[in-house]
């Protein structure tokens, strides 16, 4: 059997602070297989983004985390690697997309020259003219009409949604086999987000690329992945396929965190309770579901 | 009985260079006392634009806005800004961060002159706790507070000088949906209690599913569609209606038979 993508084991993470230790992963342990799609979901300070940024190699780098346990990226122990080489995955073999695409284009170069650096990180001798003929034709793949104006424009000279599509461009413009994908589409409007996911859904299938889908609504997730955990205050609570999941939503916090989605059918405003004791019940993983070397 | 906002054919035009852009054109709708409306569109359909008249940030280019039945001056009066407030999307940067909590708050009953003087902290502190917040938090910065609690602020601020009108722009979509949930509660709460008359701009159907009374549909600056809750929800007329509640991301399998019948009414319509 070959190895997942990406394969995380009793990650911890805690950062020292003027008053102590401040734990903020308890030992989370997550897997994507090759194209595999999966989602990452829980509130805001859950730990989702800190997992995402560990992944990176980007939170290795600070002096006040604490990092302990494996993350295997193809097979190959991130920690055991140098910082040069965690750098060189950044942007070839893995990549991000943000929440916010407008604030994460440097809004004084064209997007044009964005790209070109985008496509160095792989090829690094690349001169600018071919670097634009892939560009437009990676352009052209998240459906955008005329991609040579928009590789001559600013990225505050086109709209969110287009900024948006130009970011996954750049994101599998290097076919990477990991994407991280954390809130994409949350700062868009609701049809715009709609077209993006869908977009998106289509091109990491076409090329088999694994993906981390961070959110917060379980609802955008729904139509996006394959597998889903939830997480809750640094520790996974429960883990299992889309279907299974909204079928059957196991853990109390699963179950809060759904219904605290206002439905288009009309319940009134969502009741749901503060944080219960119930949220911090173990981990409910369902059938099929385990972690690979785990029993199921 | 005398709705308490009022809008005539209103029309607003900006000239950006050489040429003008229509962003609202000739919209008319009545807000009742008491009442929830939405105002849903995508981005760039108008609603903050028909925000901004409401609020007096600037008058309308044709057509006039009614305040319980006076149309309200080009200028700004303060009689105006106390009777219509806002809440905006992101509390971050709403609020001053170099001011404490209690001092943003203070300031509103300051400028409107509400309360004695001697009494005003007081009154800050109640306000707090009305939005569900301790009233120690009067002298915590805002950057100390997180992104419901901030929120939750904004919107005590905008209750300070007891406005009868809040226009709320897009008050929850900044947060995650455990804390827009009990956000939506707050706002709801304090409707009945206050007897507030909510302007709910948005562009998630889902929100507006479950607060609102009416809907008015925005797209490229005119009004498509406005009706009850429920017709819009049950019997959209409008096609651009049917798409964007076509676009919710939705959790049930109810919900997505609501979706699928309107996207086929949709198909069968352009068939």
Not at chain 2, 11 to 18: C, L, M, P, R
Request: with cysteine.
């Amino acid at each position: 059997m070959t190895a997942p993508t990406l394969l995380i084991r009793d990650l911890r993470l805690s950062f020292k602070g003027y008053s102590g230790l401040v734990e903020v992963l308890h030992g989370i342990s997550l897997h994507i297989d090759k194209g595999e799609r999966v989602a990452l979901v829980g509130e805001s300070g859950s730990g989702k983004s800190v997992t995402a940024r560990i992944i990176l190699g980007l939170l290795q780098t600070m002096r006040t985390a604490r990092i302990s346990g494996t993350v295997n990226f193809e097979g190959r122990d991130l920690e055991a690697m140098s910082r040069a080489e965690r750098h060189r995955l950044r942007g070839t073999k893995m990549s991000m997309i943000f929440q916010d695409p407008t604030s994460s284009l440097n809004p004084v170069y064209r997007i044009s020259e964005q790209f070109h650096e985008v496509l160095k990180r792989m090829v690094p001798g690349i001169g600018r003219a071919e670097a634009d003929r892939k560009a437009a034709a990676m352009l052209a793949d998240v459906s955008i009409t005329e991609p040579e104006r928009v590789l001559a424009s600013y990225p505050f000279q086109l709209s969110g949604g287009m900024n948006q599509r130009v970011m996954i461009a750049m994101a599998l413009a290097n076919e990477p086999s990991l994407l991280i994908a954390d809130e994409p589409g949350t700062a868009l409007d609701v049809t715009v987000q709609a077209q993006t996911l869908k977009l998106m859904r289509e091109l990491v299938t076409r090329h088999n690329t694994a993906v981390l889908f961070i959110s917060h609504n379980l609802g955008v997730v729904r139509e996006f992945a394959d597998r889903i955990y939830v997480i809750y205050k640094g520790r996974i609570v429960e883990h299992g396929k889309a279907t299974q999941l909204f079928d059957n939503p196991r853990h109390p916090y699963t179950r809060a965190l759904m219904n605290a989605i206002p439905r288009i059918t009309g319940e009134g405003i969502p009741k749901i309770q503060d944080n219960s004791d119930e949220y911090l019940a173990p981990l409910v993983v369902h059938e099929g579901c385990g972690e690979p070397g785990e029993v199921a | 009985m005398t709705p308490i906002l009022s809008l005539q054919s209103v029309s607003k035009t900006f000239t950006v260079g050489a040429h003008e852009v229509r962003a609202v054109d000739d919209v008319s709708f009545d807000v009742a006392k008491g009442e929830c409306l939405a105002v849903v569109g995508e981005s760039g359909s108008g609603k903050s634009t028909i925000a901004n008249m409401i609020l007096g940030i600037y008058p309308p280019s044709e057509g006039t806005i009614s305040y319980r039945g006076t149309v309200l001056p080009s200028s700004r009066e303060l009689s105006h800004r106390r009777a219509i407030q806002l809440v905006q999307q992101n509390p971050l940067s709403s609020l001053n961060p170099k001011r404490t909590i209690g001092a943003s708050l203070r300031l509103a009953l300051d400028v409107h002159g509400i309360g004695e003087r001697s009494r005003r902290w007081e009154r800050v502190g109640k306000l707090l706790e009305e939005v569900g917040l301790p009233a120690d938090y009067r002298s915590r910065s805002p950057a100390t507070l997180s992104g419901g609690q901030r929120q939750r602020v904004a919107i005590a601020r905008a209750l300070a000088c007891e406005s009868e009108i809040v226009v709320l722009d897009e008050p929850t979509s900044a947060l995650d949906v455990l804390v827009q949930a009990r956000t939506l509660k707050l706002l709801n709460e304090l409707k009945e209690s206050r007897g507030l008359t909510y302007i709910f701009i948005t562009h998630d159907l889902s929100v507006v599913r479950n607060i609102a009374d009416r809907v008015a549909v925005f797209e490229n600056g005119k009004l498509v569609e406005l009706d009850t809750v429920e017709t819009i929800f049950s019997n959209p007329a409008d096609p651009y209606t049917r798409g964007l509640i076509g676009a919710v991301p939705v959790v049930t399998r109810e919900e997505e038979a609501l979706r699928t019948s309107l996207t086929e009414k949709e198909n069968n319509a352009n068939a």
